[in-house]
């Protein structure tokens, strides 16, 4: 079992930028593929960013660009840095693993945070 806690979330204006946290404990977060997904109010849970085990990073076109995914498996923690940050980017982040390979689908993932609410205003 991993457990998965998120930290950094907040209120901020259009353009700001907010750093996300996830750290884990119980197992080393090197075993996992690791991501990060949103979901606003009545709306789907959606891939944000995901990083490899070696560090690779995924993005959708709707925040590459602005946010950046990295890991520091010495601290067991993951990280969300956003950049330039818009209204839609309003939601709950959550962090997620698993430990297979890259995946975009929030049902392929097995352990999840808790979540943490980041507000952006216009």
């Known amino acids: 079992q991993v457990r998965l806690v998120e930290s950094g979330g907040g209120l901020v204006q259009t353009g700001a930028s907010l750093k996300l946290s996830c750290a884990a404990s119980g197992r080393a977060l090197s075993e996992f593929f690791m991501a990060w997904f949103r979901q606003a109010p009545g709306k789907e849970r959606e891939f944000v960013a995901g990083?490899?085990?070696?560090?690779?990073?995924f993005y959708p076109d709707s925040v590459k660009g602005r946010f950046t995914i990295s890991r520091d498996d010495t601290k067991n923690t993951m990280f969300l840095q956003m950049n330039n940050t818009a209204p839609e980017d309003t939601a709950e982040y959550y962090c997620?693993?698993?430990?297979?390979?890259?995946?975009?689908?929030?049902?392929?993932?097995?352990?999840w945070g808790q979540g943490t609410q980041v507000t952006v205003s216009s």
């Open positions: 990083i490899s085990r070696s560090g690779t990073p």
């Open positions: 997620a693993a698993h430990l297979r390979y890259y995946s975009d689908r929030h049902s392929d993932y097995t352990y």
